[in-house]
Nanobody
């Protein structure tokens, strides 16, 4: 079953912007907190940003001041607006749903999307 559907990845130049989307089923969206993780080549999957069912947002240090996470409850969709992109942001970005606090490094809990690839290069 496909329960999290991601889109919006692609190739962008340094300093550019990109918006990622993650569409969830209504039941998943209403009963889980949502987040975005990323996995850079050769590295572990790490936290980027989270948004709770109540709308509270938190960010990893790498994302603060540049990325914004938001949710559209009517569409059961979570977004990640990515501005001032750097080559270090190049990674596969994953949507994540869970009911317990988000660890910095991904564990085996919750639901995951298939990932969408972001490449920042001139």
């Amino acid at each position: 079953q496909v329960q999290l559907v991601e889109s919006g990845g692609g190739l962008v130049q340094p300093g550019g912007s990109l918006r990622l989307s993650c569409a969830a089923s209504g039941s998943i969206f209403s009963t889980n907190d949502m987040g975005w993780y990323r996995q850079r080549p050769g590295e572990q999957r790490e936290l980027v940003a989270t948004v709770s069912r109540g709308g509270n947002a938190n960010y990893a240090d790498s994302a603060k001041g540049r990325f914004t996470i938001s949710r559209d409850n009517a569409k059961s969709t979570v977004y990640l607006q990515m501005n001032s992109l750097k080559p270090a942001d190049t990674a596969v970005y994953y949507c994540h749903a869970r009911r317990v606090p988000f660890p910095f490094l991904a564990d085996g809990l919750g639901l995951w999307g298939q990932g969408t690839r972001v490449t920042v290069s001139s």
